[in-house]
C-alpha cells in the first residue's frame, strides 16, 4: 500500500473511531432527551455542511492537480453558499414541524455557525489533497476529529448546544491552523471562471455525498418529528451501537475503491464482502443475543423498544455496510452515478416506510423501515453493478 493511501486509512479508522467516542460523551454527558436531540439535529447539519461546503473540496483538489492555480474567489463563493445554508438551518425547525418547534432557536444558529465555519478547512483541505499533500491532510482530520472531544468535553456544562459548539470551533481552529500550509498555493484575485468550472464538477459530488449521509439517520429526523427527543434518544442509542459495523466498512472500502479503479478486478469486491461478513456477524450475533445487556451496559436503560430496535439495526448494518462496500466499487469502476441513483431511491423508500411504520410501531417501526430500506439498496446497487459488468 503507497504511503499517502496508509496516511488516508489510518486517519480515516481513527476520526471515525473519534466519532464514535463523541457520540458516547454526549450520551454520557447529557441524559436521553439531550442524547435525542443531538442525533436528531446531527444529519441536518452534516447534510447541509456537506452540500453547502464540503461538496466543494474534491473540485479543488481535481483542478490543482491539474496544474491550475487556487484562486482565493471559491472561498467567496463557499462563504455565500454557507450563508444559504445557514438562513436554511436556522429556519428548517419550521420546515420539518413537529416535536422540531419546541427546540431553542439557539441551538439553530450554532448549527448556521457550524457551516459557515466549515467553509474555511473545506477549502484547505482541497489545497491540500491536490497539492498531494497527504500527510497534512490526514493530520487535519485527526486533529479535527480530537478537539471536537476535547471541546466536548470543555464544553458540556453549558449543555447540549455546547456539543455543537465543540465543533464550530474545531472547525475553525483547524481551517486558521491549515491555512498557514497552503497560503502560498492561493492567487488572491477574482476569477469567475474558476469558481464556475470548479462548481460544474462539485454538482454531482456534493449531491452524492450529501445524500448517502441523509440516508444513514434520515430514521432520526423523523422520530424527532412526531416521537420526540426521548425516543429519538432511544432510538439514538440502538443506532449507535449498530453502526460500530459501519467502522469495519470503512476499513475496507476506503483502500478497495482506488484498487478496483485500478485493475478493475471484481474478486477483490468478492473478498471485500466476504471479509466484512466475516469480522461482522459475531458483533451482530452478540447484539442479537444480549441487546439488553449492552443497552444497559453503555447507557444505563432498560426499554424493550430499544432493544428490540437494537436487534433488528444490527441486521440493518451489516446490510448498509454491504452497501458501503458496493458502491465503493461502482465508483471505482467509473459508475459512480447509479451508486447515487441507488441511495437516492433509499431515501425516498427509509422516508415513506419511517412515516408509515413510525406512526404504528414507533422505534421498532423506524428500525425495521430502516432494515427494508437497507436491503432494497443493497440489493439494488448490487444488480446494476452485475449488469454494468
Known amino acids: 500500500m503507497k504511503k499517502e493511501n496508509l496516511y488516508i486509512l489510518i486517519s480515516n479508522i481513527y476520526t471515525k473511531g473519534l466519532a464514535y467516542l463523541y457520540y458516547f460523551l454526549v450520551a454520557f454527558f447529557f441524559n436521553t432527551e439531550g442524547f435525542g436531540i443531538v442525533r436528531a439535529l446531527m444529519p441536518i447539519l452534516d447534510t447541509l ?3 453547502f461546503s464540503s461538496g466543494i473540496p474534491p473540485s479543488i483538489a481535481k483542478f490543482t492537480a491539474e496544474g491550475k492555480k487556487v484562486n482565493i474567489s471559491i472561498l467567496l463563493v463557499m462563504i455565500i453558499l454557507s450563508l444559504i445554508g445557514f438562513f436554511l438551518v436556522i429556519t428548517i425547525k419550521y420546515i420539518l414541524g413537529g416535536y422540531y418547534l419546541n427546540l431553542s432557536d439557539s441551538l439553530f444558529y450554532v448549527l448556521g455557525l457550524c457551516i459557515l465555519l466549515s467553509t474555511i478547512i473545506a477549502f484547505v483541505r482541497g489545497i491540500l489533497q491536490g497539492t498531494f499533500k497527504f500527510g497534512y491532510l490526514s493530520l487535519s482530520w485527526i486533529l479535527e476529529s480530537s478537539l471536537k472531544v476535547l471541546f466536548l468535553i470543555i464544553f458540556s456544562f453549558i449543555g447540549v448546544i455546547g456539543a455543537f459548539l465543540s465543533i464550530a470551533l474545531s472547525y475553525l481552529t483547524v481551517g486558521i491552523f491549515f491555512f498557514n500550509f497552503v497560503r502560498n498555493a492561493i492567487e488572491y484575485s477574482l476569477n469567475f471562471k474558476y469558481c464556475l468550472d470548479i462548481l460544474k464538477y462539485s454538482i454531482p459530488i456534493a449531491l452524492t455525498s450529501s445524500s448517502f449521509r441523509l440516508f444513514g439517520d434520515i430514521d432520526n429526523i423523523i422520530i424527532m418529528i412526531f416521537l420526540g427527543s ?8 440502538s443506532s449507535l451501537l449498530s453502526r460500530g459495523i459501519f467502522i469495519v466498512a470503512s476499513a475496507i472500502s476506503i483502500p478497495l475503491l482506488p484498487k478496483i479503479a485500478k485493475t478493475k478486478n471484481l474478486d477483490l469486491l468478492k473478498k471485500g464482502l466476504i471479509y466484512n461478513t466475516i469480522i461482522s456477524l459475531p458483533i451482530i450475533i452478540v447484539f442479537l ?7 444497559y451496559f453503555f447507557f444505563k436503560i432498560k426499554n424493550s423498544e430499544g432493544i428490540l430496535a437494537l436487534r433488528i439495526l444490527s441486521i440493518s448494518s451489516l ?14 469502476l467509473g459508475f459512480a452515478k447509479y451508486s447515487l441513483c441507488s441511495v437516492l431511491f433509499g431515501i425516498i ?9 413510525i406512526k404504528s410501531y414507533g422505534i421498532v417501526g423506524a428500525s425495521l423501515a430502516t432494515l427494508i430500506s437497507s436491503l432494497f439498496t443493497f440489493v439494488l446497487s448490487y444488480i ?5 459488468t
Open 349 to 357: 423508500i427509509n422516508i415513506f416506510l419511517n412515516i408509515i411504520m
Open 319 to 332: 446490510f448498509l455496510s454491504y452497501f458501503s462496500i458496493v458502491s465503493s466499487a461502482l465508483q471505482g
Open 49 to 51: 455542511t456537506i452540500f
Open 230 to 237: 426521548f425516543w429519538s434518544g432511544v432510538y439514538g442509542y
Open 289 to 295: 443475543l444480549f441487546p439488553d445487556i449492552i443497552l
Open 384 to 388: 446494476i453493478l452485475k449488469i454494468k
